[in-house]
Structure formats: C-alpha cells, structure tokens
C-alpha cells in the first residue's frame, strides 16, 4: 500500500484577520503556520492505512522553503518520506497548484510505481476552494470521491461514506488507484511525540523545482466579510438582577 498525501502551508487565523495595504495577501506578520484540520486528518489517515496495511507514505506540499515545517509535523506523526515542490512563496491559483502536482505525481511514479491513494484535504483552510484534489484526479485520468468521512479499503477499491444532503450517507465505490479528499473528523489526528520530532528532523526532505503553468484565474483583491455588531447589556447588579434575568430567560422560552 503506497499512499501519498497533500497539504498545504496556511496561516494561523485565530483572531482577528487583517489584509496587507494591497488587500493581495492575509497580514502573517504576527501568524504562525499550519494545515488545515481536514488536512490534518488526512495525514492520519494516511498513516493509519500503511500501519495496518504495510506500504509507505509520503507527504507532499507546494510551496516555499520554509513548508518544511509542515512536511516535518506529518513525518513526526509517522509519514516515512516527504516532497516539497519548492516556489517563491507567492500563491499559486487552483490550477496551477493541481498541475504542479500532477505532473510531480507523474514523476515520483516513474521512479517507484503507482501511487495506490491519493489523500487530501476537503479544502484548504485559507482559500476554501475545494479544487485542487479534484483537479490533480481529472489530469491523472483517476477516479475521484470527494468529501469522506469515512474510508475503506476492499479487494483495490476504496469505499467513502459521506454525508447527504438532508442527513444520512452516501456510499461511493472506487477502484484504486484513486483519489480521495477527506473531511474533519474522519479520525481524530495523533499528537507527534518527542522521539517522532527527533527522528523527523533527521529526515532528509526532498526538494523538486515545479513548473508554473500560465495562469488563467486572476486575483483582483481579497474582502473581509462585515464584522458581525455585538451588544452587551448589564442587567443589574447583586439580587436585584435576578427578576430581570429570569425575564430574559422566558423571553427564550427556557423558563416558563
């Protein structure tokens, strides 16, 4: 089982999100670096095939030189190889990136034969653009399911349950090799140890120089959402709150 993941360097956003002056790019002066939560669970995943199933797994990403350290979290977890398709840092648009990965996809085959999976994250937690998986399947010519919160393998077909519109699931079937975007919560990822992270550091990071395709999608500027308006109202203070408390809560209907 030979199982190859993506993911994807993107800022930590817990607070408030500001836009550099030519409103191109997030503000990351005061941000530190992750991946996705859906990105995460696909390294897990990843993982957890090739434990239970023997095989290899490799983590690619794209992107600048300091991705590394997103490449060295998913070796610390128990990923054995790790690609970075290295570029200037500037962003790379939905096409672009799949087709960067295609064609590295394509390379790393030749070398050491088919890849049985490809995983991915659902979407990338900074642009939200559910493409690239889908994308990189359509150029290898590679059965595609989309959105899995849950994965097994059968007989060289992976089977995905996701969730339905309107509740329930559905089943899709797909013979491998394929490709397989997965969705939070599909697993609940590991914590890297201690000795993961030393090992990991020793781990040599092989490093691929990706084409850029000519761009067909332009970014004009990006937009903040309207901040949501907050009110607070002090009721009272001390026991002389109380009356108005319990109005508040029969306003909701929590009380009778």
């Keep these: ?50 434990e239970a199933r023997g ?41 672009e990136t799949a087709a960067a990965i295609a064609g590295a996809v394509s390379s790393l085959e030749a070398e050491r034969g088919p890849f049985d999976l490809l995983l991915f994250g659902n979407e990338a937690a900074d642009t939200a653009d559910h493409q690239v998986g889908i994308r990189v399947a359509h150029a290898l010519g590679r059965p595609c399911a989309a959105g899995a919160k849950a994965l097994e393998l059968r007989d060289g077909t992976a089977v995905v349950r996701r969730e339905a519109p309107g509740g329930g ?34 781990k040599e990071i092989r490093r691929l120089a990706p084409e850029r ?17 907050q009110r607070a109202e002090v009721l009272g203070h001390g026991p002389e709150a109380a009356p108005k408390v319990v109005e508040v809560l029969r306003g909701l209907g929590l009380v009778p």
């Design 1 to 50: 089982m030979n199982v190859l993941v993506c993911v994807k360097r993107v800022p930590t956003t817990g607070g408030r999100i500001t836009l550099t002056p030519d409103e191109q790019d997030i503000d990351t002066r005061f941000s530190g670096w992750t991946v996705s939560p859906h990105e995460e669970c696909a390294v897990e995943e990843a993982v957890r095939l090739v």
């Design 55 to 95: 095989g290899s797994s490799t983590v690619l990403t794209l992107g600048p030189a300091a991705a590394e350290e997103q490449l060295r979290d998913a070796l610390a977890v128990g990923v054995d190889e790790a690609v970075l398709l290295e570029t200037d840092g500037s962003e790379w648009d939905p096409q």
């Design 169 to 202: 699931w559905e089943v899709l079937e797909a013979p491998m090799p394929a490709v397989v975007t997965v969705k939070e919560g599909i697993n609940l990822p590991r914590y890297p140890s201690v000795p993961g992270r030393i090992r990991a550091k020793k």
């Design 213 to 229: 395709a000519g761009a067909r999608l332009r970014k004009r500027r990006l937009v903040l959402p309207p901040e949501r308006e």
